[in-house]
């Protein structure tokens, strides 16, 4: 998962910050970082279109669309920006810590 990337990545940079030899699962391939993100928040949104798609439809009497669906999507949707924005504040968090940090 592309998540799971993103923390590797970042344990990654703090043991370099702290002096610490890399771990080998975190040195296996060199990303784009910005691709990673660009990528996660696209699907993201796409889950969160997906779920408000999918409640319209139901508000609107599709007798297709089952309820329970509904709420699981949107529940799913909901987890995965909640997820997003953790890893944003992380990445915020150790983006002020290495500014701070003394040359």
Known sequence: MQITQVLAEM????????????APAAAAKPSDFANIMKGTLDQVATMQNHAVGLADAYESGDKSVDLTNVMLELQK??????????????????????????V
């Open 77 to 102: 949707a909901s987890l995965a920006f909640r997820a997003m924005t953790e890893v944003r504040n992380k990445l915020v968090d150790a983006y002020q810590q290495v500014m701070n940090m003394s």
């Open 11 to 22: 344990r990654a940079l703090q043991a370099r910050a702290s002096g610490i030899a890399e």
